[in-house]
């Protein structure tokens, strides 16, 4: 796992197609911008997990 500290404005690109772009940071809270293809399924963390947890 790759950890990086970011500031708002500041981005990670993965690949050459995704990029995440923090907007907003303060109290510990985080706000985030994924930009991605249309085909590229993104889900968060807790629905993810409740996912995985019904498949097994």
Do not use: F
């Not at 907007?23 to 510990?28: I, R």
């Not at 809270?29 to 968060?44: M, S």
Request: glycine fraction near 8%.
């Amino acid at each position: 796992m790759l950890v990086l500290g970011r500031k708002p404005g500041e981005y990670v690109m993965l690949d050459d197609d995704i990029m995440v772009k923090v907007v907003k940071s303060e109290d510990g809270h985080l706000r985030l911008a994924i930009e991605a293809p249309k085909e590229v399924k993104i889900t968060r963390g807790e629905l993810y997990e409740e996912q995985n947890k019904k498949a097994q």
